[in-house]
């Protein structure tokens, strides 16, 4: 049985953990990553008051077409081809701010954000903003440690990368209903996450499972560090060198689970494109061209029941590569 490799983020030796891990197995534990425990026990109490809530005061954020809100138990589909329901999870979005008169309005998946109401929840969009913004500057650091990790140091630095990020906070909360694997009904679908890098914090129940040498493996939650999964779009830079790698979440304890993944992709006219130091004559590049923004908004076309997709095709041309 495998064991979940550990990337040690003060180590000198981070870019080769990383490239070990993301070449053998896709997934590791993200550890010395500097966000404070105090921030995420802050997080954690502010989305356990609003899950909480009555279903009709939930309803009152419900996502828009930017995908910012609140998101229904059993929306999120993310292996239709075996489940017989949605995911028994909910959740919340919150993105990079886009205020309403910005340019970037034009683009899918850009808008503001949505809050609940502000005397209920005094201190729930301070605390979002201020964990989405270190969790923003820590996922940059950890994309340029991919770059170089796959051989292209610096990949990342220069403008049009990540100076306007597509990064997504996302609050989960799984019901307390046991998984039936054989009746095709999962806490979350097995399913590979659609971009660059995510980063997950869990609580200290157990539940996310990878696919690991045809064999379903536990990663078992670690309160001090970060549970780290490169996506497709890394394995596109990469050519397939690195892996990503499919999981899901499967409820045997019949408890509530909360979780908290940050989803850091690039900007949304980003070019992702096979790193040069991964193709060779040899190995000639396996994926075409394409964008962050194309990417993402395909994968959200097919397991998200309340996206908008016609708003968000719109403008799908004129961004392609």
């Known amino acids: 049985m495998v064991a979940i490799p550990e990337v040690d983020f003060s180590s000198p030796d981070a870019a080769e953990q990383l490239r070990r891990a993301c070449t053998d197995v896709g997934f590791f534990y993200l550890a010395h990553h500097g966000i404070p425990a105090a ?3 802050q997080v954690y109490a502010e989305m356990r008051a609003f899950f909480g809530q009555p279903l009709e005061e939930k309803r009152k954020v419900l ?4 995908m910012r809100g609140y998101t229904l138990m059993n929306e999120e589909t993310l292996d239709p081809a075996v489940q017989t329901r949605g995911d028994t999870k909910e959740g919340y979005y919150i993105c990079r701010h886009v205020p309403p008169d910005s340019d970037e309005m034009r683009l899918p998946l850009h808008g503001p954000n949505v809050f609940p109401d502000a005397a209920a929840f005094p201190t729930f969009q301070a605390t979002m903003e201020t964990y989405h913004a270190a ?3 820590l996922g940059f650091r950890v994309a340029q440690l991919f770059a170089e990790a796959a051989g292209h140091k610096g990949r990342f630095d220069g403008p049009g990368m990540f100076d306007k990020p597509m990064a997504a906070l996302r609050l989960l909360h799984y019901a307390p209903e046991k998984s039936d694997v054989a009746r095709g009904v999962f806490g979350a679908g097995a399913h590979t996450d659609y971009g660059l890098i995510t980063l997950l914090s869990t609580d200290a129940t157990g539940g996310l499972q990878i696919r690991h040498e045809g064999q379903w493996v536990d990663v078992p939650p670690r309160a001090e560090a970060f549970v780290v999964n490169i996506g497709d779009m890394a394995e596109r830079f990469t050519n397939g ?3 990503s790698t499919l999981h899901r979440v499967v409820n045997t304890s019949g408890q509530e689970r909360y979780s908290v993944p940050f989803f850091y992709e690039p900007n949304f006219t980003c070019v992702v494109e096979c790193f ?4 060779s004559a040899e190995n000639p590049a396996k994926y075409p061209p394409t964008t962050s923004g194309q990417h993402l908004v395909d994968m959200y076309k097919q397991t998200h029941a309340s996206f908008d997709a016609e708003a968000a095709a719109a403008s799908d041309e004129q961004h392609k590569p």
């Open 63 to 66: 996502a828009n077409e930017q």
């Open 276 to 279: 040069p130091s991964c193709v």
């Open 39 to 41: 921030l995420l026990a």
């Open 135 to 137: 969790m923003c500057a």
């Open 241 to 243: 060198r690195f892996k």
